[in-house]
């Protein structure tokens, strides 16, 4: 297959993927690990107009290298398709990173960001959650529900110690909202909107033989308005849509402070996050806003292969907190229920079947069902 | 390593390698045919134990842990995919085939968790670099064991 056929489309996917399977045909575990996530799913929901579907999940390859001793690299590369047909290819992660000792990696790139133990932990890859979906406050860039910045770029450091301690730090670009439109939080890849960086720091005691593991995680993050140089300020104009500030301008400061717990034993495991977030308004709104984002899960092991998993999710905000509006067009608090049986065929490759209920304060609450086989290949 | 080298070499190196183990499999240099292969973890004489629990290297070759009870860090190494002592090694001592261990680590990589044990090139090469440092462990058929390294593990999970 020629992969050098015009880039577009169909034509993009069949190129990477040709790609792909020539390296990792041929890896071994020293040379270049490298591996593709993907699943495949059925929907039914109760929203309008959604109508019962088949659709192709995620293709997310990735690959990691070690390219020499303490330095090892890794990028993650996703495949998605949309109801319109359309495809996108985009870069998760891309990071290298020097492992100095074990007490001190230190790395450059894009890094999912360390925000509690979901985000850094499940990635873009379905088999590895227990839920096909995430909690709906967690989702990635651009989901209609996201409302954290879920990748950085910057500079993150690692560590862990022999009791169990572990560390993440990073600096990176603040992030940007284009109020022009609603395509949701924007992740700078190659330039900074402001001078003003961004900062997310968590400690974790992450001893897999204890049963009790916490995390605390803090961010200091810029929001910044993303709209192209030339939009037209709302202020003294009826033209819409209009921009809330001039380009780079603050948006929002956000601190947040976080909390999360998982807890094994037996059959049994917990996993907590909740998330305090102080929204001070900078542009297009005044003062400070408090919000309180959470979610709970709680897991049952029916037997080696059958997991059962019920999920509570809930972001709590005050009305006029125009953070949320703005970004997710989010008018008022809502929560979610999660339950989903997941049934492994093998360490590969396993079914889940889950079904949330949305409930919002102002609105329609629905339900969606998603069965889906997420897989590994390689 | 292959790592600082370009994208086309490290695929040769890479294909290389894949028909260096696939050889070693077919003439039998690799050991002996795993119906028959012993293995038997093996560790640096300088090691503080004698002897290590099933469930012990297991989790160091899971990568869920990096030292041993007496504080001392360890490294493990593997055998080539395809190596027939490998298969047994995994097979008896932890239990898992061949293609749940390639998805274990698959999992393990992507979620950032940790990178598969180094891989030797062979056994002789194994017994070499166990015996080179303090700390060191791997595993090897019966026959390919010596004296310069101390046998910490039967397949059997006797010892």
């Known amino acids: 297959m020629r992969v050098s056929e015009t880039m577009t489309g169909s034509g993009r996917m069949r190129g990477w993927l040709a790609g792909a399977l020539a390296l990792c045909s041929v890896g071994t575990a020293q040379a270049l690990d490298m591996g593709v996530f993907g699943d495949m799913s059925f929907s039914l929901s109760d929203v309008e107009d959604s109508e019962p579907s088949f659709r192709l999940g995620s293709l997310d390859l990735y690959a990691l290298h070690y390219i020499d001793d303490k330095t090892k690299a890794l990028f993650e590369t996703q495949f998605q398709t949309f109801s319109g047909g359309d495809i996108t290819v985009e870069i998760q992660r891309f990071w290298i990173m020097r492992e100095i000792d074990d007490a001190f990696h230190l790395g450059a790139g894009r890094f999912h960001t360390p925000l509690g133990y979901w985000n850094r932990h499940f990635h873009h890859g379905i088999l590895m959650q227990d839920t096909v979906s995430r909690p709906f406050f967690l989702a990635f860039e651009g989901g209609a529900t996201a409302i954290f910045p879920t990748h950085l770029i910057g500079v993150l450091a690692e560590g862990g110690f022999d009791n169990g301690l572990r560390y993440e730090a990073a600096v990176a670009n603040s992030n940007a909202l284009d109020s022009t439109n609603d395509e949701g939080l924007i992740v700078p890849n190659r330039a900074d909107m402001g001078n003003r960086k961004s900062f997310f720091g968590r400690l974790s005691f992450d001893d897999y033989q204890r049963a009790f593991r916490p995390g605390l995680t803090v961010m200091v993050n810029d929001v910044r308005e993303g709209a192209a140089e030339d939009a037209v300020l709302c202020s003294g104009s009826s033209i819409e849509p209009c921009s809330i500030a001039a380009r780079g301008e603050s948006l929002v400061r956000q601190n947040l402070y976080g909390l999360d717990l998982r807890y094994e034993r037996g059959r049994f495991g917990l996993l907590a996050e909740i998330y305090r977030i102080e929204n001070e308004m900078r542009a297009g709104g005044e003062g400070k806003r408090d919000s309180l984002a959470w979610f709970a899960q709680l897991g049952y092991r029916l037997n080696d292969r059958l997991l059962l998993t019920w999920r509570h999710e809930a972001l709590d905000f005050d009305d006029d907190d125009p953070y949320y509006l703005d970004l997710i067009g989010l008018n008022s608090p809502e929560s979610r229920n999660v339950f989903a049986l997941r049934y492994d065929f093998s360490e590969s490759n396993a079914l889940m079947l889950e079904t949330s209920l949305r409930d919002r304060e102002r609105g329609e609450d629905t339900t969606s069902t998603l069965l889906s086989w997420a897989f590994v290949m390689f | ?159």
């Open chain 2, 1 to 159: 390593m292959i790592g600082t080298i370009g994208g086309a070499r490290v695929l040769a190196r890479s294909i290389s390698m894949r028909l260096t183990a696939a050889l070693v499999v077919v003439l039998g240099f690799g050991g002996a045919p795993a119906a028959e292969a012993e293995v038997m973890v093996i560790g640096n004489q300088q090691l503080p134990v004698s002897s290590l629990s099933a469930q012990v290297v297991a989790d160091l070759y899971l990568g869920r842990a990096v030292q041993l009870s007496t504080g001392q860090r360890v490294e493990v190494a593997d055998l080539p995919v395809g190596h027939p002592v490998r298969d047994e090694f995994y097979s008896r001592i932890l239990g898992r085939d061949p293609d749940q261990i390639r998805a274990y680590w698959a999992k393990r990589i992507f979620t950032g968790k940790g990178t598969p044990p180094l891989v030797r090139g062979d056994e002789a090469a194994m017994v070499r670099w166990v015996r080179e440092a303090p700390g060191r462990i791997g595993y090897v058929s019966t026959g390919a064991v010596t004296d310069s390294v101390q046998v910490l593990l039967r397949g059997s999970g006797t010892e």
